[in-house]
């Protein structure tokens, strides 16, 4: 299994471009998930899906979007990119269960990451 | 809402010390924690969780957690530090039927031989 895999690694857009960032994992994973990580602020969620057709937004989501059509693909698209969206970019996903605690417990697998800057 | 507290940036300590990393969280019902591990220009790698159970709980890599419910604590610990274990150390928690993984600030551990 290749896991969680990130495209592009690194990326340089100038202010009001868009693109897009890949994430695809083959572990069949039904939850999926981006974080940005930024200095002395640890994670945060930016969106979030738990199968495909079905998406929700984190702790930052403005600025980005995202969209789940299959189970394996979880691309966060950027859609007018400021200097304040450079960061570095993680894409995660994990099992859930039926229901309850189940969907709740599983740890998260972390794809590689993308580093972003925006001049 | 959901918090996680990694009162420390940096841990320092010698090669063949314990090392512990502190977490401290809070949140409504069952906590579900974590501590992740992240190396340079890596993704996070998953260390230890716990979910129910015994309160230590013993993980990767040699690593363990104690969960201390009174104090809302889920510090990380080894015996004997490598200098290998030099990287970024995330707690996070979840609590019962919520999907959201909520992460602290990390601490970077430096192990010097």
């Known amino acids: 299994n290749a896991g969680v895999t990130q495209t592009p690694k690194f990326q340089v857009l100038k202010t009001g471009q868009s693109m897009t960032l890949q994430c695809a994992q083959d572990?069949?994973?039904?939850?999926m998930s981006w974080y940005r990580q930024d200095p002395g602020m640890g994670l945060r969620l930016i969106h979030y899906?738990?199968?495909?057709?079905?998406?929700d937004q984190g702790e930052v989501p403005n600025g980005y979007n995202v969209s789940r059509s299959t189970t394996e693909d979880f691309p966060l698209r950027l859609l007018s990119a400021a200097p304040s969206q450079t960061s570095v970019y993680f894409c995660?996903?994990?099992?859930?269960?039926?229901?309850?605690?189940?969907?709740?417990?599983?740890?998260?697998?972390f794809g590689p990451g993308t580093r972003l800057t925006v001049l | 809402a959901q918090s996680v507290a990694q009162p420390e940036d940096q841990v320092n300590v010698a090669e063949g010390n314990p090392l512990t990393v502190k977490c401290t969280y809070s949140?409504?019902?069952?906590?579900?924690l974590f501590w992740y591990v992240q190396y340079p220009n890596r993704g996070l790698q998953f260390l230890l969780k716990?979910?129910?159970?015994?309160?230590l709980v013993k993980g990767s890599y040699g690593f363990e957690a104690e969960f201390n419910k009174s104090q809302t604590s889920f510090h990380l610990k080894k015996p004997s530090a490598l200098v290998s274990d030099s990287a970024l150390y995330f707690c996070a928690v979840r609590n019962t039927g919520f999907q959201k993984l909520v992460f602290g600030t990390g601490t970077r551990l430096l192990v010097s031989p």
């Open positions: 995660a996903s994990s099992r859930t269960g039926t229901s309850g605690p189940g969907s709740s417990y599983n740890e998260q697998f």
């Open positions: 572990m069949n994973h039904e939850y």
């Open positions: 716990y979910i129910t159970g015994d309160n």
């Open positions: 899906s738990v199968g495909a057709g079905i998406t």
């Open positions: 949140v409504s019902g069952n906590p579900y």
